[in-house]
């Protein structure tokens, strides 16, 4: 989906990983948010426009379920269940933006591309069983991290490689794994956050 289309249906992530990004006036681009398996996109920008303002686009092999944009709004409306699930998902992306914004605002480069990978981690995380270690499951490269923190891909380079000597975290050909997730909410501006 572009910024721009009407919106005329809607889309239920059935599995993979789906990026809302816009596009400032002098053409950087930047990321809104991810989205996961249960995510209705774009359902709140239709609540109040018929026409997208961002474009969606796939992270990872994405399978989506298409469903009429009114008739949707109507059922989610008059579904209990349905509209608590809607609420607790909104209410949880509406914390991690907030926080997101916060780690933007306070912190240094450093402090934000922390942020953004303890917010990744937590949300979007998987470990092996035997380990400590976090491996954010889609690729997440320099580009997308300075995307999400306001910063070019070569600040993210210097300050990825600080925190890899600091053994926070291994990156390689975009997979991106939490080494240590307590020193990594610590070099972060979200440090108050436990």
């Known amino acids: 989906m572009r910024a721009g289309d009407e919106i005329t249906h809607l889309y239920l ?21 991810i989205y996961e398996e249960g995510a209705v996109i774009p359902m709140t920008t239709f609540m109040e426009a018929k026409h997208c303002a961002h ?21 989610v409306l008059h579904d209990q269940d349905v509209l608590t699930y ?51 499951i889609f690729p997440l490269t320099h580009k997308k991290i300075g995307m999400m923190a306001g910063l070019s891909r070569e600040t993210v380079s210097a300050e990825m490689m600080k925190l890899k000597k600091e053994d926070i975290v291994y990156y390689s ?15 972060s501006a979200l440090s108050h956050y436990r």
Not at 173 to 187: A, H, M, P, T
């Open 173 to 187: 050909s975009g997979k991106v794994s939490i080494i240590d997730l307590d020193k990594l909410l610590n070099s």
């Open 86 to 136: 809607f609420f607790t998902n909104l209410a949880r992306a509406t914390t991690q933006c907030m926080l997101r914004m916060e780690s933007i605002v306070f912190g240094g480069a450093k402090e934000k591309i922390a942020a953004i990978l303890f917010l990744m981690a937590s949300r979007f995380g998987k470990t092996d069983g035997n380990s400590k270690e976090i491996e954010i």
């Open 13 to 33: 992530i059935v599995s993979g990983y789906i990026e809302q990004r816009g596009t400032t006036p002098e053409g950087e681009e930047f990321i809104f948010a």
């Open 55 to 75: 474009d969606f686009i796939a992270l990872t092999n994405t399978v989506v379920k298409l469903a009429p944009a009114e008739e949707t709004l109507n059922f």
